[in-house]
C-alpha cells in the first residue's frame, strides 16, 4: 500500500486535491484493481521527488499565474532539431536568434530514440527513456530547457502515446513469445477478431499504410498496427501499459518540457465494433494524466493532437471543473483557411469562426498555417454543398490548385496520401509556396512576387487576429520555400511531406533584415504584427470576438473587443482589389501607420489587410 510512503507536505496537498477522483476514474476504467492503483500512486510520487528545486521553483510561479499561457505575448514556434541546427546543442547555440523572431513557445519536434527508415519522422519511439543519439543526450535537454527557461521560453515536446516502434524492448519481448509484454499491445492467435476491426475502423494512412493490422512472423501472431506496421498499439486496457507510459511522460517533464503534446490521443482506446476513435474511455484517461500532472509538475501543461471536425475537438478540453487538455489545435481553422486562399471566397471561413467564436474563452486554442504535418480537407461540406460544392470534386480542385495544375494558380504544392476513388489527397508545402512565391521567384516575376509576399504576410496577420497561441513553422518567419532534395534520399523519398521539412537556410535568415529581399519584408512584417499584439489588450484570448459583415465575399471581416478597445480586421483574400462595405460609427486609426483610417467602404488592395483600432474611455 501507498500508505507507507513519506509525504512531502506539498505533494500530499496535491494528491489529497484530486484523489477521491482519481481513484474513482481509475477503479471504474480498470475494474477496481488496487494493486495497480497503488503502484501509479507511488509512481507519481517517485516522479515527484526527482524534480528539481528549479523545477518546483517554475511550478509554484506558474501556480501562481494559472492563466500564465492565455496571455497576447505568447508566441510559438515549431521546429525539427536536426533541420534547424542539427544537434540539441545546437539549438541552445542558436537561442539568440529564437528569441529574436519573438518565441517564447518552442515545439520540438520528435526527439526520443527511434529506428532509422522505420520512424515516421520520429514518431516510432524505441526507447522513450533516451533521445535519439544523433540529436544528443537527456542532459542536453535539460540543458536547452534550462537555458530556455532562464530566457522566458516553454518547451514542447511531442509524447507519442498510442504506439511504440517495433523495436522498443516491450515489442521485442512479445515478438519472443513473452505474453506479459504480447498484453501491452493488441496480438491475436489469427485473421478473426482483426476482421472484426476492420469493419470498423478507418484507415489512418490507406495508401501507404493500408490497413489496422500486421503479421508478425517471429510471434507467428497479428498485431495491431494502426499507422505503420512498424508501430505497435498499445494496449491501454492493460493499466501496467497505462502507469507505465504516463511515467514515461512525467520522466520528460522532469527534464524541463513544460508543454506535453498527446500525438494521436483520440486512438489510444480501442473496441470492436467502434471507429477506435474519441471513445469515452479516452477522455478518462486523459482526465487522469491531467491529474497526474497537477500533483506532480503543475506548471506543465496538456497539448492534445486531435485532428478531426469541431465536434470531435472540443471534448478535449474536459470542463470547467474537470478539464483535460488546456490547449488544442485550431486545426479546422487552419484548413479552411487554405480553402479560402484557393477559393478567394469567405463564407465557408465566416461560418468556421462563428462556430469557434462562440465556444467559452476558457478554451485556448493553437492557431497555426503550416506544420510538420500535411493539409487534410477536412472542411465543413455540408455547409458548402449549400452553395453546390461536390465534396469528391471540390478536394480534387484544391488539390490541382496547390499543385500549381489549375489555370492561373501560382502554388507549388505536392500530393500526401492521394486516394483519386474518394478525393481524399492532402496537400504539403510551405506556406510560402503555397502562396506562389516559389513560382514567382522561378519566373523571376516581381509583380507576382510582391503579390505573393503580401498574401504570406497577410495570412500570418489573419493568424494573429485570431484568439489563441500563434504557432509559426520554422522558416516560415523567412518565406522559406519548398526543399525538393528529399526525392533523392532513398529514407525520404516516397513522404512527401519531406518537401516542407528541409533544413533551415541560415543564408537565407542573413537576409532577414534587408528590407528589399523577400526575408526581410516577411521577417519584419511578422515582428511587426507580433510587437502590436503584445502591446494591446484587445488580442487577449478573454477578448469577445465576432465576424464582421463586410457584403463582400472576397472580404472577411473579424471584430474584437476588450478593456476599452475595439478592433476590426479586415482580409482581403481576392486577386483584385475591393471593398470591404462596413460602416462604423467610432473614429479608427490604421495600427500598422498610426494614421486616422474612416472606417465606411474600406479600399483593400489583393490579397491585403488592415487592422483598425478604436478605444473607449
Known sequence: MFSDLQLEPEFEKRLNQYYDELKWLYAEIYHNDEQAFDYFIKMLHENYALRSPELREWDQARAAVPDWYKGNEMLGMQMYTNCFAGTLKGVRKHLDYIKETGTNYLHLMPLLESPEGRSDGGYAVSDFRKIDPSFGTMQDLSDLSRDCHESGISVCLDFVMNHTSEDHEWAKRARAGEKEYQDRYFFYDNWDIPNEYEKTVPQVFPTTAPGNFTWCPEAEKVVMTMFYPYQWDLNYRNPVVFNDMTSNMLNLCNHGVDIIRLDAVPYIWKEIGSTCRNLPQVHTLVRIMRMATEIVCPGTLLLGEVVMEPSKVVPYFGTVEK??????????????TWHTVATKDVRLMKHQLGQVFALPKEYVF??????????????????????GVDEVQHKKFLSDYFQGHFPDSDARGELYNDDPRLGDARQCGTTASLCGIEAAEFENNEWKKERSVRLDIMLHAFLFTQSGIPIIYSGDEIGQLNDYTYHDDPLKMDDSRYIHRGNFQWDEAEKRLDPEAREGKIFTAIRRMEEIRMEHPVFEAQADAWVVETWNDHILGIGRYYKGEKMIALFNFGENEETAWINEVEDYEDMLTGEARVPRAVVIPAFDFVWLLTKFK
Open 323 to 336: 478539464p483535460e487538455c488546456h490547449m488544442l489545435y485550431n486545426v479546422t481553422t487552419m484548413a479552411t
Open 366 to 387: 493553437l492557431n497555426y498555417l503550416r506544420c510538420h504535418d500535411d493539409i487534410g480537407w477536412g472542411l465543413d461540406y455540408a455547409f458548402l454543398k449549400r452553395f
